[in-house]
């Protein structure tokens, strides 16, 4: 089990080192062995309708790729490099005008080369997600280890 100040490290750090992350503005809000919890703040460029003020898909999955690639590295309670091998998005209602984005993921599987990612995305209320997914993640080599 990995000590709290790994955790701590990544969180602080992740978005940080993530320069899409850092330019969309995004937070992590939470960081354990079970999960990740993160958010994106309201941006009129995200809009991918103007005329009914609905986000573009392609923010919301930004987020939710970006939180589930972390819940995989704070599963694996270490650091490491990983890869999206599967990333599958079910859009069940538009992100509206005005509102934030948040996104939760947990990693419900991990085996010594792949991590199996659950996440979803909500505004205002996480029992209403905007989407869910399911998602796998390669993984690599610890930096500078085996």
Same mark, same amino acid.
């Given at each position: ?28 809000? *939470? ?6 919890? @993160?958010? !994106?703040?309201? =941006?009129?460029?995200? /809009?991918?309708?103007?005329? &009914? #003020? ?20 704070? *599963? ?6 990983? @890869?999206? !091998?599967?990333? =599958?998005?079910?859009? /069940?209602?538009?992100?509206? &005008? #005005? ?48």
């Amino acid at each position: 089990m990995a000590q709290k100040g790994f955790f701590e490290a990544l969180r602080a750090n992740f978005t940080q080192a993530i320069p899409h992350a850092r330019d969309c503005g995004m937070t992590v809000e *939470a960081l354990d062995q079970d999960g990740a919890r @993160a958010s !994106l703040p309201y =941006r009129d460029a995200w /809009l991918g309708d103007t005329e &009914r #003020g609905a986000y573009h898909t392609g923010v919301i999955t930004t987020l939710v790729d970006t939180v589930s690639g972390l819940a995989a590295v704070a *599963a694996a309670a270490r650091f490491e490099t990983i @890869a999206t !091998l599967d990333l =599958r998005m079910d859009f /069940l209602r538009p992100a509206r &005008r #005005g509102l934030g984005l948040r996104a939760h993921a947990t990693c419900y599987r991990l085996t010594p080369s792949i991590a199996f990612v659950r996440a979803s995305a909500w505004q205002d209320d996480e029992a209403q997600p905007v989407a869910v997914s399911q998602s796998t993640f390669m993984r690599g080599t610890v930096p500078g280890g085996k």
